[in-house]
């Protein structure tokens, strides 16, 4: 069942696993999952008023389609722009759906406008911390938001001033960043897995684990460097 009645970062994994596969999500499924996101719309607990996770989700973080852990504020702007990606996602034609993901639209676009009111944080393409800009780049990729080329092109050339020396960046999670980043078309973005080709060439390298995260991270730095 593709609705967790206990998780929205879950139930989100379980959209975003479908797009991955490229797996067809029937319609009636589609619909029922976008309208159960989307009555989550402004709930307690959301941030800026987008979408909110249940309460363990709060208190313990969600894990990102990659597997990276993340708590606090990060996870729950995180999952208000994942859920918001995943209504792109579905596609599905319904008012209630609409009005959600615009209220959630809205709420977003008033936290970039105060983030950008301060003048330590001038790039229009992050947001408060290297997770949470990644999770602005996935909902822009989809479609979200505005600004999106100029967004994703400074948040591309950003990650340059952050490497790690190791094949990644500092502050940045790596994986869900390189899941970004292969959506990306942009010369900054190809640079930059170039940059991580070594840690993507480990990765595919290994045996097919079992565990579902590592399984996932395997495939994409196949699917990474097959594009390089």
């Given at each position: ?31 029922q999952a976008a ?115 100029e967004r994703l ?17 500092r502050k940045f ?56």
């Amino acid at each position: 069942m593709l609705i967790n009645r206990t998780s929205l970062s879950q139930t989100v994994d379980g959209i975003n696993a479908a797009q991955f596969d490229g797996r067809a999500l029937a319609a009636a499924e589609r619909s029922q999952a976008a309208r159960w996101i989307a009555a989550r719309q402004g709930l307690p607990g959301s941030y800026g008023g987008t979408f909110a996770g249940f309460p363990s989700e709060r208190s313990r973080g969600i894990v990102l389609f990659t597997g990276e852990r993340i708590t606090s504020a990060s996870a729950r702007h995180i999952l208000g722009e994942e859920a918001s990606r995943a209504l792109r996602l579905l596609g599905v034609r319904d008012g209630t759906v609409t009005r959600a993901l615009e209220a959630a639209d809205d709420g977003l676009m008033r936290c970039l406008e105060r983030a950008a009111e301060d003048p330590r944080r001038r790039n229009p393409g992050l947001f408060c911390c290297g997770k949470c800009s990644v999770g602005l780049w996935r909902n822009l990729l989809a479609g979200g938001l505005d600004r999106r080329d100029e967004r994703l092109r400074r948040g591309a050339q950003h990650l340059r001033s952050v490497r790690d020396g190791e094949h990644g960046w500092r502050k940045f999670p790596f994986w869900y960043t390189v899941l970004a980043l292969s959506d990306m078309d942009s010369g900054d973005a190809k640079a930059e897995l170039k940059y991580a080709a070594p840690a993507l060439e480990r990765a595919a390298s290994r045996t097919v684990p079992s565990a579902s995260y590592a399984r996932r991270r395997r495939e994409l730095a196949a699917r990474t460097l097959s594009r390089l």
